[in-house]
């Protein structure tokens, strides 16, 4: 079996350290083959695609576009920092620190910065915000894919882009890790809000071993021993969820859509 949490890799070896109490929380519970490491893939959707997948943390927009129906949503974590509220969260707007503006309308004809169109916090969120602002489907003069968050915020750290969209979570694990990411950069304002990462297992895994996943990622939340590890991750909870759940990814979407906003 595999599992991974590749999503939040600010600080690899906190995560590692919480896959450790995780698993054992699992093993206690019968689960056999359960990894002592977890995977750190470098193509996704492979990966969250595989029938061996016992857990990992994909993202919302992927989930509901290219995943459904090839994995089962097992819940999301609930974090503590700014732009979450519960199981939801938002993306910062990044913006230079000496940039005069704060409206995203100050932005029209200027250059944005992108992990990926398959990314909500990235993109997909910020396409919805964009889409009333839009004049027969254009509003930035530039756009570019720069293939994670954190070349996103240095782009626009560095001149080479206006204004990013980056996952809330992400940004406080550079403000709090790699801090040089950021320095330079400040939050302009924030999405609309749609549910966490979700955690995901394989779409042949069986009921009785989702409810297992679910009571012993509880488990470990509740447990003192992992507190301190937990607090590293921002991590306060969780929540059950399925796929139902991350359908209003698909209605920012369509929504900008509609409006005739169909990429960034």
Request: charged share 20%; with cysteine.
């Amino acid at each position: 079996m595999m599992a991974s949490l590749p999503m939040y890799v600010s600080t690899p070896e906190t995560v590692q350290a919480f896959w450790g109490y995780l698993a054992s929380r699992l093993r206690e519970a019968g689960l056999g083959d359960v990894p002592e490491v977890l995977a750190w893939p470098s193509e996704l959707l492979g990966h969250w695609r595989h029938p061996s997948l016992l857990l990992s943390q994909a993202c919302g927009y992927p989930l509901v576009t290219e995943l459904r129906d090839q994995v089962r949503v097992v819940g999301t974590f609930q974090y503590g920092v700014p732009g979450c509220d519960g199981i939801l969260c938002r993306s910062a707007l990044i913006v230079r620190t000496d940039e005069p503006a704060f409206e995203l309308s100050a932005f029209r004809s200027r250059k944005v910065a992108y992990n990926g169109s398959n990314s909500q916090s990235g993109y997909n969120s910020l396409r919805a915000l964009v889409a009333p602002l839009a004049d027969s489907g254009k509003f930035f003069a530039d756009r570019m894919e720069t293939g994670s968050h954190h070349k996103s915020i240095e782009m626009v750290r560095d001149g080479q882009a206006d204004i990013a969209s980056v996952d809330c979570v992400s940004l406080a694990g550079f403000n709090k890790y790699q801090p040089d990411i950021t320095s330079g950069t400040r939050v302009m304002g924030y999405s609309n809000p749609y549910p966490g990462l979700p955690l995901v297992t394989a779409a042949g895994t069986n009921d009785s071993t989702l409810e297992v996943l679910r009571a012993a990622i509880a488990k470990t939340l509740q447990d003192s021993t992992s507190a301190a590890i937990r607090k590293r991750l921002f991590i306060e909870g969780f929540e059950p969820l399925e796929l139902v759940d991350y359908q209003i990814c698909s209605n920012m979407r369509d929504q900008a859509r509609q409006m005739g906003y169909h990429s960034l």
